[in-house]
């Protein structure tokens, strides 16, 4: 299975602060990759597809990057509801694979 | 609204099976396929497997092959996960997702279930 390696695990931020999440494929997925955010005791939201198609909703804050092997997340300027764990996963090929997890947490 | 509503908490000896359902509402049922993800308490989301709800067509990770039966039925627009074998480290919430068209799956997922969660214990 292809591994999905997510850094930082945990990251410390401010309100209005520009935070980036990066996301490393142990081989090429091309841009077969999706951001997903999960808050305490809730299911994921879907955030991006194909690494930088933001979905219908989703505030424009968050934009996706990347292709090959190193994806980011930016969260340009950090709201209050964002504070949350952001999961990467990839749909390059079987068995569909996540990230650890990045946690924001409030600073 | 597109919703997918899960049956409740189950807990479960080893070595028992569980049935999870997901009910689905606001599309076009037959239109798109529904996967089923597991997060362990702590631990990172790992896919279990997709159906398509338009044929049956079944594609199951390998890890959970021979242990995992998805079904669907049309008529009341859900979708059945099945584990058999159950081990205490089966622990987990289990979410079904929607994922694809009625003939492929997309990989990944938009809309998800509220949660099941199954306890292993003796």
């Known amino acids: 299975d292809i591994q999905m390696t997510q850094s930082p695990s945990t990251l410390s931020a401010s309100v209005g602060d520009r935070v980036t999440i990066t996301c490393r494929a142990s081989?090429?997925?091309?841009?077969?990759l999706a951001w997903y955010q999960q808050k305490p005791g809730k299911a994921p939201k879907f955030l991006i597809s194909?690494?930088?198609t933001l979905q219908t909703g989703v505030p424009s804050r968050f934009s996706g990057s990347g292709s090959g092997t190193e994806f980011t997340l930016t969260i340009s300027s950090l709201q209050p509801d964002d504070f949350a764990t952001y999961y990467c996963?990839?749909?390059?090929?079987?068995?569909?694979?996540f990230g650890q997890g990045t946690k924001v947490e409030i600073k | 609204q597109i919703q997918l509503v899960q049956s409740g908490a189950e807990v479960k000896k080893p070595g028992a099976s569980v049935r999870v359902s997901c009910k689905a509402s606001?599309?076009?049922?037959?239109?798109?396929?529904i996967s089923w993800v597991r997060q362990a308490p702590g631990q990172r989301l790992e896919w279990m497997g997709w159906?398509?709800?338009?044929?049956?067509?079944?594609n199951y990770a390998q890890k959970f092959q021979g242990r995992v039966t998805m079904a669907t039925d049309t008529s009341t627009r859900t979708v059945y996960m099945e584990l058999r074998s159950l081990r205490s480290d089966d622990t987990a919430v289990y979410y079904c997702?929607?994922?694809?068209?009625?003939?492929?799956?997309?990989?990944?997922?938009?809309?998800w279930g509220q949660g099941t969660v199954v306890i292993v214990s003796s």
């Open positions: 194909k690494a930088s």
């Open positions: 996963q990839q749909y390059s090929e079987y068995s569909w694979t």
């Open positions: 081989q090429s997925i091309s841009s077969w």
């Open positions: 997702a929607r994922d694809g068209n009625y003939d492929y799956a997309w990989g990944y997922f938009d809309y």
């Open positions: 606001g599309y076009t049922f037959p239109n798109h396929g």
């Open positions: 159906i398509s709800t338009y044929n049956g067509n079944t």
